[in-house]
RNA sequence: CGGGCUGUGGCGCAGUUGGUAGCGCGCGUCGUUCGGGACGACGAGGCCGUGGGUUCGAGUCCCGCCAGCCCGACCA
């Protein structure tokens, strides 16, 4: 991609409005637009790596037997009246349609897909099954906050299991946490597996996946033995002995979640009347568990964990492009050679953003490259000669490399 | 939803006791520059969030509404 074709632009100074890091960087660099509160457009740059998040959620869910549908994000109201939840769920979107039927806009999707797993499950043949989806959601927050990390309408992946036995979710479910972890580590971020509520569905605790940054909205109380609680649920508190090892001291961190899991257990299976026969011929609720991620949330994650005063860092799977190709000077043979290695990149797979803007200052490019944070930045100019600059975004050093040495 | 702050060219802001709007960035043209957002000249661009009120006259004063942000509450 050559950067003087690309849509958006960047901006030296920030959004009076910017005071998260995610917002304020994600907007600068033309990854985002903001619409409204909570609600924003994805530009080439950031549509890039949302994209490449999903493709790594994918993988990971495909992996556990996840199979991908898409479901619709207009709703009817009679299923969300048959759960409680029209009238309990209060960030529940609600549309009247011009001959005043009534519809939601899902929030989530156990109104849609438990009615639909109702035509294709009878048997305990049909069990265990994992259905997923990629999908924008709406949440009537009444307050959208901190940039893409609480939006109203946002982009999540929903995984839905069905389950002949306890057993069998509870053995899925210790999968999906791995899986879980697989996905953010990928994306660069280490996710603390924690204890939550679990809602008013069931007695036992959900968990969520949390990420540590300063800028979290979240408190989790934990120890570095790996235990970890919602400050909602905790019984314990910041420098209390460990429950779990007995030895660690607990920490009090901030941080966002960027996923969760849920045993569902036979809620919406009753509200559904989703039953299948089992071996023994008898009548049984199917068991369901629900399994979350923000996706555009997790990209806001990111950016807030990697950046630094000039901009962000992407870890190299979720990065929008590969390579950052920076001509500096207005100079032929800059530009000459820039094109061939430029061509010769792409041909051989990989994904290069060219700064060909012949008339943009080298400060101006350089900052921009430290803005967007590509992982490996090149620079070709009159210094470099026949040689190329490489340098890793996250690093100081400079190496002078051949062409052929790339 | 309670409390607070803010709405003025694309972005960031200034605008005095009320007198018909200005700066920086960005943008366009020309020229000079070229390794950390360079410089000069000329130029384009504004129903001052919105509706009402006070006044001879409102960006400025008063009231309502809308929007954005922050704190809190909320967040299956």
């Known amino acids: 991609m050559k950067q003087s074709q690309l849509f958006s632009k960047t901006s030296k100074t ?12 994600l907007v600068r660099a033309g990854f985002v637009d903001q619409l409204m509160a909570g609600v924003y457009s994805y530009l080439p740059l950031g549509w890039r790596v949302l994209h490449k998040i999903s493709d790594i959620v994918r993988e990971e869910m495909d992996a556990i037997a996840g199979q991908e549908i898409f479901l619709p994000a207009l709703h009817p109201k009679e299923n969300w009246v048959k759960t409680g939840r029209w009238e309990s769920m209060d960030v529940l979107f609600k549309i009247k349609s011009q001959s005043d039927s009534e519809y939601s806009l899902g929030p989530t999707h156990e109104e849609v897909i438990v009615p639909l797993a109702k035509k294709h499950i009878n048997s305990y043949r049909d069990l265990p099954k994992a259905w997923y989806q990629i999908q924008t959601k709406f949440r009537d927050e009444l307050r959208a906050k901190a940039g893409l990390l609480r939006g109203r309408e946002f ?3 929903d995984l839905y299991s069905f389950h002949a036995t306890r057993e069998d979710l509870q053995a899925y479910y210790e999968k999906s946490k791995q899986a879980y972890t697989n996905v953010f580590t990928r994306c660069g971020l280490d996710a603390i ?3 939550a ?3 008013s569905f069931t007695k036992e605790f959900s968990h969520e996946f949390q990420v540590a940054t300063e800028n979290g909205e979240d408190l989790i109380f934990t120890c570095a033995c790996g235990f970890s609680q919602n400050k909602e649920i905790a019984k314990v508190g910041e420098g209390d002995r460990c429950p779990r090892c007995g030895k660690e001291k607990i920490k009090a ?6 996923g969760n899991i849920f045993d569902l257990g036979t809620k919406f299976s009753k509200d559904f009347d989703l039953k299948f026969t089992d071996e023994d011929g008898t009548s049984k609720e199917v068991i369901i568990g629900c399994y979350g991620i923000g996706i555009s949330r997790l990209m806001g994650a990111i950016v ?6 000039a901009g962000m860092i992407w870890p190299e799977e979720v990065a929008p492009y590969e390579y950052h190709l920076v001509s500096l000077g207005d100079n032929d043979a800059v530009y000459k050679q820039s094109e061939e290695v430029y061509e010769q990149l792409t041909k051989s797979g990989k994904e290069v953003l060219w700064d060909d803007r012949r008339e943009a200052s080298n400060g101006e490019k350089l900052g921009d490259a430290d803005l967007i944070g590509i992982p490996t930045r090149l620079v070709i100019s009159p210094k470099t000669g ?3 600059e490489v340098k890793k975004r996250a690093e100081k050093e400079i190496k002078i490399v051949s062409i052929k040495e790339l």
Do not use: P, Q, R, Y
Not at 14 to 25: G, K, L
Not at 253 to 258: A, N, P
Not at 304 to 309: F, K
């Open 197 to 199: 509520s679990g809602g």
């Open 193 to 195: 597996i924690t204890e």
């Open 386 to 388: 026949d040689k190329i």
């Open 14 to 25: 920030s959004e009076a409005d910017a005071t998260s890091v995610n917002h304020d960087f």
């Open 253 to 258: 961190v901030k941080s966002i979640e960027v």
């Open 304 to 309: 807030e964990v990697h950046n630094d005063e």
């Open 155 to 157: 982009l999540m992946k």
